[in-house]
Every structure is written in structure tokens, then in C-alpha cells.
């Protein structure tokens, strides 16, 4: 039996202030336990748990998100999850997770929706002016997990987070913050993908870094000349020591962060372009019929879609690479956002008030796929990539979900929520579970218990685990 070089799970490629992780190949995991025994070494060798988080707010329509009955899940989905087809039998649904009820702060349902959606917990009504909650499920996670990879955890957000409103006197940080590091630290996340692939693939992310230099820094600046440039005789070397399967698993790898590459220079460019016709320092090429160029820090043009795939991939790109193994995504926040690449301009929030008028039930339903569909993208991309003796995905556990049920009542005790992914073999999926018995923060410590984070407590209002998620 010929033998295959052993590499370490760390391998990088390197060049000129850009370190370019690698994705888990065959040939890695053996390399870093020779001398352990077979038990370690296949306990080694098994690609890590990922968890995701992605947010929609405001609720959805019940009867357009809810499975009819558990039986025709597969075959016959509503049309909130019609984009998951192909991809159903690697989700779980459970319909039944409670939200955690809001009194005292009952006129505060959009400052405590997204706030408490990973934290399972209120804020101190002591304190309401300053951030003073719990530490979220994903900052538990990357506390564990964390010193394992480059970024301990990865927060991305569609828009900034920066919402002015008051509810009940509470920090407007409650608003578009769900990742919390200690009780009183919100955590930031970043809305402009070039910097999310500078962090990714940018030198300073290794561990002990004393910071970018002002090589880096510039070379990070320039990365829409290539950053593959700069590795691929690397890449060609390596390629030359692995075994078909990844040397297959390397060129999509690598043809995959190319793309990401060339679509955020898209956006740029166009964007730029936009500043300088608007300036008067180029002529439009634009007729009065084309659509805008988008701008990426407030993505709030025709286009989306495209911004939130774009980051998807970056989310897919951190996790294959294991640069972390924590991601959240804020795909929006409560404070005004619309959807004109559906052909309206009316905001979320103001059509979740529908008092059932069709016209606007319509609409809320139109933003809530299209915010599923972005999910499944994401799902489909870790679906199609190989890895060990399946899928990216199934070394993954996704969620979507909301904060709300219903945008209209503000009510929360049936909370909408997708998982995804089997979480290297403890979930199991293709169900949907239509009478669970759970709130938020037991779903929370089920997610953590399924990807083997030691819990010391439950996470906020949970009381017990969710038996039938597992496998």
C-alpha cells in the first residue's frame, strides 16, 4: 500500500504578509499523531464541530414557515423553505422552542429580540442604560474552542450596527448586538467583506501576532490584484505531494476563494465608479433604466442577495480552512431595513404590522424567504464540499431563526428556527419535530452539548437538553 506524505491540519501557504489557510485534506490529522494510539489518532483525525448562527428579525408568517405536518416535510415543504429542497433532509425543525419572556420590559420587543436570541437571558433591569446581559452561546463556545483556530470566533453583520432608539430605557446596543463576550461586553461584528477575507487570510491573524506591518497592511489593501498570486508556486509544490482526492480538494479550494475574491473587487469597483460619476469626475455608463451599483457599508441597494452570499462564502471559507469554528451572522436588524431587490421599498418592520392585509402579509412572507433562501445558499455550499468521509456540513451545526414569532403580535413562544447540519454525527436530521417541548436557552445548551462544549450551567432560561435533536 503506497504511502501518502503526512502534513499538519496548520499547513499554511505564505507569501509577502498573506498566509492562505489550507482546507482539511486526507493527508492531514494523521501527521499530528504518530505517536498516539489508534483510539487518539481516529478521535484526532475526525474534522471539528463548527456552529453557525444567522438572524432574520421580526418573525414570519406561521403558516408559510411551518411544515404542514411531519410526513410531508421532505416531500412537500411551504414555500418559506422551498430553497432548502435538495438540502431538507440535512435540516431539523422543531416547532415548539419558547422564547424568553420579556416582563418587565414588555414595550421593548425589538431592543430585547435579537439581544436575547443568543443569550437566552434579559438584561439587568437595574441597569437599563448600559449593556449589562449574560455571555452568548457563541462567545461560550469560542471561550472553549476558540484558542483551537486563528479567530476564536467570526461576527458578521449586513448592515452597521449603530440603531438609535430607547426602548424602556435600554441601551440601544440590545438592538443589533447578539454576540456578548462577558455580561457587559457587546462584541462587534464587521459588515465590509474585504476586511473579513484581510482577517481570514491576512498574516496578523496567527496566534501571538504583534499586528499587521505596514507591508501587510498595504498588501492586504491591494488584495484585488490576487492574493492567490502571491502563494500559487506554493500551491503548485504542495499539489505535487498529495493524492488525487486532494489534489481535487486543493484546485476547488483554491478556484473557491478566487471567486470570492473577484466578486468583492466586483462590488467595489462598481462602487467606486458610482463615487466618481456621482462626483462629476467620470461620465455615467449607466442608463436611467440600470440598476444602482450597491454600496457594501450600508448594503441597502438592488442587490442584496449579492452581499449576504459573498459573506456566506467568507463564513463557508473560515470554516473549511478552520481558521474558527464560531461564526455569527446578522443578516439584519430591526431598525428599518428593505428589500427593493424584490420589487418593493417598504420596510421590513412597518409590513410586519400587517393586521393581516394581504398585501402586506405578502410582503413579509417575499423578505422572509428571501432571507431563508441566503441561508440555504450557505447550506448548499458546505453540502458540496467534501471532507473526511462526507461534507463540510456534516461537521457543522447551522441556525437560522428569529427573535420573534410573529412581527405583527410581537409574540415569542413559538420561535421559528432551521438547524442544519449533523454536528460530526450527534444530530440527527431530515425530521421536522412538530409537538417539542423546549425554550430558547434549551436549545442553546443542546446546540453547545451537541458539538462538545462542556456546559458548568445551563445558558440562560434553559432547564434541561432536547433529547430528540440527537442522534
Not at 504578509?17 to 493527508?27: F, K, N, R, S
Not at 472553549?144 to 432608539?165: D, F, N, R, W
Not at 499539489?239 to 473557491?256: F, H, M, T
Not at 428556527?417 to 436530521?429: D, E, P, Q
Request: aromatic share 6%.
Amino acid at each position: 500500500m503506497s504511502k501518502s506524505p503526512l502534513i499538519s491540519r496548520r499547513t499554511c501557504l505564505r507569501g509577502l504578509g498573506t498566509t492562505l489557510a489550507l482546507p482539511l485534506l486526507e493527508v492531514m490529522g494523521w501527521a499530528d499523531t504518530a505517536k498516539k494510539s489508534s483510539a487518539a489518532i481516529a478521535a484526532a483525525a475526525r474534522p471539528p464541530v463548527r456552529l453557525g448562527f444567522m438572524y432574520m428579525p421580526h418573525g414570519v408568517i406561521m403558516d408559510q414557515f411551518w411544515p404542514a405536518t411531519p410526513e410531508s416535510y421532505l416531500t412537500t415543504p411551504p414555500p418559506a423553505l422551498e430553497s432548502l429542497r435538495g438540502v431538507l433532509d440535512q435540516c431539523l425543525l422543531m416547532k415548539g422552542i419558547g422564547g424568553i419572556p420579556i416582563a418587565p420590559f414588555n414595550g421593548a420587543p425589538h431592543a430585547l429580540e435579537l439581544s436575547t436570541w443568543l443569550t437566552a437571558q434579559l438584561p439587568d433591569a437595574r441597569q437599563r442604560n448600559r449593556i449589562n446581559i449574560a455571555i452568548s452561546a457563541d462567545q461560550i463556545a469560542a471561550n472553549y474552542i476558540g484558542a483551537l483556530t486563528a479567530l476564536p470566533s467570526l461576527e458578521l453583520a449586513t448592515m452597521p450596527q449603530t440603531h438609535k432608539e430607547n426602548q424602556e430605557g435600554l441601551n440601544e446596543g440590545y438592538y443589533s448586538h447578539c454576540s456578548f463576550r462577558s455580561a457587559t461586553q457587546a462584541v462587534p461584528a464587521e459588515i465590509n467583506p474585504r476586511n473579513v477575507l484581510n482577517r481570514l487570510f491576512n498574516q496578523s491573524n496567527t496566534p501571538g501576532s504583534s499586528g499587521p506591518t505596514s507591508a501587510a497592511v498595504a498588501q492586504a489593501q491591494a488584495l484585488d490584484r490576487s492574493m492567490l498570486d502571491l502563494v500559487i508556486t506554493g500551491a503548485r509544490d504542495l499539489r505535487k505531494q498529495l493524492p488525487q482526492d486532494d489534489q481535487q480538494k486543493l484546485d476547488e479550494y483554491l478556484d473557491s476563494v478566487r471567486a470570492v475574491e473577484r466578486r468583492i473587487a466586483a462590488i467595489e469597483y462598481r462602487q467606486k465608479e458610482a463615487a466618481l460619476e456621482k462626483s462629476g469626475l467620470a461620465p455615467s455608463r449607466h442608463r436611467a433604466t440600470d440598476t444602482p451599483p450597491i454600496e457594501i457599508k450600508i448594503p441597502i441597494g438592488d442587490k442584496r442577495s449579492e452581499y449576504m452570499q459573498v459573506m456566506c462564502d467568507l463564513n463557508v471559507l473560515a470554516f473549511q480552512t478552520d481558521t474558527t469554528r464560531v461564526s455569527t451572522y446578522i443578516g439584519s436588524t430591526p431598525n428599518g431595513v428593505s428589500y427593493p431587490e424584490l420589487g418593493f421599498k417598504d420596510e421590513h418592520h412597518s409590513q410586519t404590522h400587517h393586521n393581516n392585509r394581504p398585501e402586506m402579509v405578502t410582503k413579509v412572507a417575499a423578505i422572509t424567504k428571501f432571507n431563508i433562501d441566503q441561508f440555504a445558499y450557505m447550506i448548499k455550499r458546505m453540502h458540496s464540499i467534501r471532507e473526511a468521509d462526507g461534507t463540510l456540513l456534516d461537521n457543522c451545526l447551522m441556525l437560522w431563526g428569529s427573535g420573534l414569532e410573529d412581527g405583527n403580535k410581537h409574540s415569542r413562544e413559538n420561535l421559528p428556527f432551521i438547524l442544519a447540519g449533523k454536528a460530526g454525527g450527534t444530530v440527527k436530521t431530515g425530521r421536522f419535530l412538530d409537538t417539542t417541548q423546549g425554550n430558547q436557552g434549551d436549545l442553546l445548551t443542546t446546540m453547545l452539548a451537541c458539538a462538545g462544549v462542556p456546559l458548568d450551567r445551563p445558558i440562560g432560561i434553559a432547564t434541561k437538553q432536547i433529547s430528540e435533536m440527537k442522534a
